[in-house]
């Protein structure tokens, strides 16, 4: 049987359906701690470089409850994390303050199943969709719809000054007739 | 001039073997003469007037216009083709570790249905439509093995848990007559038999085979190579290297799709008396057997 060497890049090609494989041309000139940053998450994270921890978990089951680690938790450094790009971390922080620690250490946990393996992936779930929602950018209006919002804001200040000037007719017309008028 | 007794061995020889497609009884079986009775005259034996006598009988199991018998009882299908359906008898990855701990399975060697048959703890019943061992999940926590499976149905928990803990897992599909020889190896190598070549599976079954992800034995390499990276992904494990194990070669070791035994080709006959392995060396043999 001929060997074959793991290609990540194929990982990358055919993982989960939200992955993101573009990746931004960077000039030959910058250092690579730069076009490590510049560049977006892949959806790949390295497994090394998290801790995870297990315990027992909540809820009822008996003995097995009891006795079985089966809730994970996973924890990692966020601001010296190397495979999140730099300029989501902060966003990261920001959207997961509630999950982020005084040191700066985001913590994920899971007791979903009853399996530990079932709820690792679970946690690595959550991490890869907190990470994707930090590096989501806000959709810019397209030219058509500028177009429309300016066109329909043109509409109602042109209906709001008519309105304006039918109200003002409409007191004046109220006043003591004078000489000349009907 | 040839003797009788040349003719007589010439014909033996070439003859096929006497069965019974092609004897004679000795005596040929004559027909018995029909005997009419002179006593069914008559009516004919239809009675008299009515729907008997003149043919306008209603169908059969019709009672007069209520709901028939046949129509009236509900049907209760719960086991409707249940014999033409595949099973797998399940065996738990608990029962696997344990077999492991105990030395009932030996992990230096590829684990097959043949091992876990051999233990006599585990049985699989050819008669009642099995068709192999199913791994289950129960104990995918605490399976903590190094070994070369290889199964007829699992799921990606399984697949997880071997691979995370460095091993391999392959599944496979035996007919039932390849099935019969890898259930009890000794009972059939006895019958000095060839070993038959192993037909591929079913219409039904040939799509979970041929997927990368269920490790199917018929699926590319290249393709369970990213399905590994994807599940150590998805599970949260660091995937080993296996080029870099020592007991690589043994991880590797695939059977052909059409072999049976790790080490015999089909076609091949095994004579445990004289200790001999016998190879067909016609051209007729081995195209018949390589296709």
Known sequence: MQTIAPNLSAFAASSSTTCKVRQKSTDAAEPKEEAQTTQQFSGHIPVEELEFSYSRSSGPGGQNVNKVSTKVEVRFHVPSASWIPQDIKSKLIELEHNRVTK??????????????????????DKLRSIVFKAAAKPRGLTDQEIQLRDKRLAKSKEETLREKRQRSMKKQSRGSPSVGSV | ?????????????????????????????????????????KTHGRGHKGQGQHMTLPRLGFEGGNTPFYLMIPKEPYYQNHHLRRQYPPLTMLSLQRFIDLGRVDTSIPIDLTQLCNTGLFNVNID????????????????????????????????????????TVTTRYYDPKSLRALIDPLHFFKRSTAIPRC???????????????????????????????????????????????????????????????????PGWVVNLKDRLVLKPKSPEHLEFYAS
Do not use: C
């Open chain 2, 128 to 167: 009642r439509k099995h068709f192999g061992v199913n791994l289950t999940e129960e104990g995918a926590d605490i399976f903590a093995a190094k070994i070369n499976l290889e199964v007829q149905w699992t799921t990606e928990l399984v697949i997880a848990a071997v691979e995370r803990n460095g091993g």
């Open chain 2, 199 to 265: 037909r591929l599976p079913p219409q039904d079954a040939l799509e979970y085979y041929s997927s990368a992800s269920n490790r199917g034995y018929l699926a590319k390499e290249e393709d369970i190579e990213v399905e590994r990276q994807r599940l150590a992904q998805k599970y949260g494990y660091v995937l080993p290297d296996l080029h870099a194990d020592p007991g690589s070669t043994m991880l590797k070791m695939r059977k052909d799709p059409g072999q049976l035994f790790y080490g015999l080709e």
């Open chain 2, 1 to 41: 001039m040839a003797s009788t007794r040349d003719t007589a061995q010439r014909l033996i020889r070439s003859l096929p073997r006497v069965a019974l497609h092609n004897i004679k009884s000795v005596q040929p079986k004559t027909r018995k003469k029909v005997r009419r009775s002179f006593a069914k005259g």
């Open chain 1, 103 to 124: 040191e700066g250490y985001l913590v994920l946990t899971s007791d979903k199943t009853r399996k530990q393996m079932l709820n690792q992936a679970d946690v690595m």
